[in-house]
């Protein structure tokens, strides 16, 4: 901390100063806690932008001001003395060091007619005064007939509402958050630390119980975001630097320089506050800025050729839409990329860099919102049989784990999901023309019965294999692909899976609508497997005392249109 002194009177000893720290006086002392400044020797820097410096310690700046830099706390923050002698601590991306001067770490120096001083270490409480022990030893006066709306008018001026003070909760609870944050500790685990202290003070110090129970609730509802936090301003610098390497074609055309490891660097320190930052920081960010960053850093992935840098672009990406689903999704959707990370799913054969162009396409098409009518004419008919072809493919020598059966399953399910008219579903149209989909028919009826939604990225995703299942047996083209005996365990499954739905279950109504399809669908006639069960099932749905209308009218439309379940 900077305080400002002044000279010493008699009713300070000589081994302390009279001062003022934050607007308050008192004694300070001098040996061992005390660091004199020279002013003249301290750098000196022009402001550029306004600094509102909203917490308490921090200076309000104005553009083109020049202040003295006194010390640097910290890389991120510096404390500066204005010319009419305030001080308090600043963000030093918003200094710009004046020609003449150096951007090294300030010296200090020590000359006696310095009035500024920099404490180095904690102070002890200075000693009491004859005067001042009587004064501790005075019983207090009653102020019991005192009005309190009087004595807050004494100590404030006016009485303060209960709105203002709620704000300054919220305001002080921030700060402590944002005091550890700064330690580079994860946001979350920063507000537990500050809870925890908070709750043991209030133990230990009950007569504060007041305001520390204050603090806590303002915690646990905390809406400050702190534009001048430590997580927003590095957020910012982070996104202006995407920006000029976006728009920087010499050195993308060229390759002057090998700038792989700063721009690595670059997305690690961008995934590092998207995943421990305060979400709410990040998102007040994100809009301040239109969501611009992101379409910038879609442009950036376009354009480079590293795949490890694409990767990491990718990361930053997929970490956005999971802080902010809407509108993050929706932009992301309607942009170019899930058409540039088609094309270049077809050509990559490095795996961690697959995997993370499928895992990013399907969040992007599993959000539920409208695909721009060009990606369907973009995201053709080759797009997903290259994707079949390498799903019944075996030992793909790029893929010794065999993984991208299931990854380029996902992309297929989480296209059909945009598909509703089975007409102009180009994913069945594609598979109508295969002889054969065996491992794509064999791994949907697993998950089916194992109930897994392969395309849940989001708790808004709907699920891509119930889906795909009702569009392949919508059409005895597409319902050939699954093998009889698959037929007959599907069955099974349906009939389960409607015994074990309640009255009222919309799932119930779906499988049954599903087991009518393959019915009508599939050549059942030549077996007939679980006739029997099925007929006394339908009876039981149809005849039940309840007011699931939907259900029961489907096991009796079912009933109707099937003679051969009742032969």
Request: glycine share 4%; with cysteine; net charge negative.
């Amino acid at each position: 901390a900077v305080v400002s002194t002044q000279s010493t009177g008699a009713s300070s000893s000589s081994n302390w100063h009279r001062g003022r720290i934050n607007g308050k006086a008192g004694f300070l002392p001098a040996n061992g806690y005390l660091q004199k400044v020279n002013l003249e020797s301290c750098p000196r820097v022009v402001v550029r932008q306004d600094f509102e410096g909203a917490t308490s310690g921090q200076l309000k700046i104005y553009e083109g001001q020049v202040v003295t830099v006194v010390a640097k706390m910290d890389v991120q923050w510096w404390t500066v003395r204005s010319d009419s002698g305030k001080w308090g601590q600043v963000p030093a991306k918003f200094l710009k060091v004046m020609n003449g001067s150096t951007e090294g770490e300030v010296t200090v120096h020590t000359p006696i007619e310095s009035p500024d001083i920099v404490i180095s270490r904690p102070i002890p409480p200075p000693p009491l005064s004859r005067t001042q022990s009587q004064q501790v030893a005075t019983p207090k006066a009653d102020l019991s007939s005192v009005p309190r709306s009087s004595t807050i008018a004494r100590s404030t001026g006016t009485p303060r509402s209960h709105t203002d003070k709620r704000r300054d909760m919220v305001r002080i609870s921030s700060s402590l958050v944002e005091g550890v944050r700064r330690n580079g500790v994860k946001y979350q685990t920063s507000k537990e630390i500050v809870q925890t202290v908070l709750v043991k003070l209030t133990e230990e110090f009950p007569e504060w119980d007041l305001q520390l129970s204050g603090l806590c609730r303002a915690l646990s509802q905390e809406t400050d975001l702190q534009s001048n936090s430590v997580d927003s301003l590095k957020l910012e610098q982070l996104f202006e630097h995407l920006l000029a390497l976006t728009e920087d074609e010499q050195q993308r055309g060229w390759s002057c320089k090998d700038d792989t490891e700063e721009i690595s660097t670059m997305f690690g320190d961008l995934l590092g506050l998207l995943n421990n930052a305060n979400p709410k920081v990040v998102i007040h960010v994100l809009q301040t800025l239109k969501y611009e960053p992101l379409l910038t850093l879609v442009q950036y992935y376009q354009l480079e050729s590293r795949k490890t840098l694409k990767r990491q672009a990718l990361q930053v990406l997929h970490e956005s839409m999971l802080i902010q689903r809407d509108p993050i999704c929706s932009i992301l959707l309607t942009s170019r990329l899930p058409v540039q990370l088609a094309a270049d799913i077809q050509a990559n054969k490095v795996m961690s860099l697959l995997e993370q162009q499928c895992h990013v396409f399907c969040a992007c098409l599993s959000y539920p919102n409208a695909m721009p009518r060009n990606h369907y004419d973009q995201l053709d008919e080759v797009f997903i049989s290259c994707l079949l072809t390498a799903i019944e493919a075996e030992d793909a020598p790029h893929d010794p784990e065999n993984r991208i059966p299931v990854m380029f399953l996902k992309c297929i399910l989480s296209l059909n999901l945009h598909y509703q008219d089975l007409r102009s579903n180009k994913v069945c149209n594609v598979l109508k023309s295969r002889p054969h989909a065996t491992v794509l028919s064999e791994t949907l009826l697993v998950s089916f019965n194992r109930g897994e939604n392969l395309t849940g990225y989001f708790p808004e995703s709907k699920d891509g294999v119930r889906k795909i299942m009702l569009d392949l047996f919508g059409s005895p083209d597409t319902a050939e692909l699954f093998f009889t005996n698959d037929v007959k365990v599907l069955i099974e499954v349906l009939h389960r899976n409607v015994i074990d739905r309640g009255e009222g279950d919309p799932d119930r109504v779906y499988y049954l609508r599903l087991l009518d399809l393959v019915i009508s669908n599939t050549e059942y006639e030549d077996h007939t497997h679980y006739k029997d069960d099925i007929l006394q099932l339908l009876i039981q749905v149809k005849d039940e005392d309840n007011s699931d209308r939907e259900s029961k009218f489907e096991a009796a439309r079912i009933l109707k249109k099937h003679s051969i379940l009742s032969t």
